[in-house]
């Protein structure tokens, strides 16, 4: 049938250890598909992630509710099974669950996972979560995905946890059949880490031919080199929001878009940055990190919020920061 294929990864994921490896390999099928939702050009967008450890369900849900009411862009949790940076003896909820129930109490905003640790779920699992939570949310998905990094939870939980090159490419081929499994009515896939065998995927998502996708890391090796093909949203951090810094990893990535034949204006490169607080003091500091980072390439700033959630925080910076840069123009 024409809408079947298979496809070998072995040979491919052996020599993926160099970006040349990645743009030059014959008949590889990463190009990305036309049809993916894409934000306006130019605009700035501004998100919110609430981390969900030492916290409370109804905590997070009235963040969320009160993010759509003022105009964020996007609303984020993360993935995680043990508090990170914190004790990890306390609660911590799991992401995905809850990123259907709080799609579920949102009406505007854009979801989703920041970001997805791979080792956690089968592609194909991960894939039917994200088809359903699309659906949940009326077509406002963001698939974030990552190759997963706290070693702590995969001991704990008895999760297989690699090197960290051995992730990355893990997270390649669960790209791979992520993407698939989104554009075909039924897939056969024998990779080095996952394999599919005539596998149905129904419904499809809302969203065609799947979710935006994001894509978070810095592996300039493999990772960046997979955001330049696949995501329509790269997500990055530099230390203390240095604009300096932003600006070499930003023009950085753009040589990788285009070694590998993408434009780099089609990714939107993602950061964030957090305040603890709300005063002037704090307004005013966001202000001048976010100019620098927006002056480096950044298109969408999301803003870090810390159990016990300070509510003062999230209007602060929808009502002294957001309008400042929503008209801000794309780099020429």
């Known amino acids: 049938m024409a809408e079947e294929r298979r496809i070998s990864r072995r040979s491919f994921v052996k020599g993926l250890g160099a970006l040349a490896a990645v743009a030059s390999t014959p008949g590889f099928p990463w190009p990305r598909p036309a049809g993916a939702a894409q934000p306006a050009a130019g605009r700035i967008r501004f998100g919110v992630q609430t981390a969900p450890q030492h916290t409370t369900y109804d905590a997070i849900e009235a963040v969320w509710t009160e993010a759509d009411a003022l105009g964020y862009d996007s609303a984020f949790v993360f993935d995680h099974f043990i508090p990170i ?11 995905w669950t809850l990123l259907s129930a709080l799609a579920a109490k949102t009406q505007r905003v854009q979801v989703g996972v920041l970001v997805t640790g791979n080792t956690y779920r089968y592609p194909a699992v991960l894939a039917k979560m994200a088809a359903t939570v699309d659906h949940v949310s009326h077509g406002r998905l963001i698939l974030g995905l990552g190759a997963g990094w706290f070693e702590l939870e995969h001991t704990a939980y008895g999760i297989p946890f690699s090197t960290a090159g051995g992730r990355a490419r893990q997270l390649v081929e669960a790209v791979e059949v992520i993407t698939m499994l989104f554009k075909q ?97 704090a307004g005013a500091a966001l202000r001048t990190e976010i100019r620098g980072l927006v002056d480096a390439g950044v298109r969408h700033v999301i803003l870090g919020l810390r159990a016990p959630f300070d509510l003062a925080v999230l209007r602060g910076f929808a009502r002294e920061v957001i309008p400042e840069f929503r008209q801000v123009p794309a780099p020429g």
């Open 85 to 95: 940076l914190s004790d990890p003896s306390g609660p911590c909820l799991e992401g």
């Open 185 to 281: 009515r039924r897939s056969t896939f024998t990779g080095k880490y996952y394999r599919l065998q005539d596998a149905p995927f129904e419904p499809k998502g809302i969203q065609r031919p799947y979710p935006p996708i994001l894509i978070g890391g810095m592996g300039p090796k493999v990772i960046q080199p997979l955001a330049a093909r696949y995501a329509d949203i790269w997500h990055f951090f530099v230390r203390g929001g240095a604009a300096e810094e932003a600006r070499r990893v930003c023009a950085n990535f753009d040589g990788i878009c285009r070694t590998v034949g993408r434009d780099p204006a089609a990714v939107e490169k993602s950061t964030s940055v957090r305040a603890d607080a709300w005063n002037g003091e």
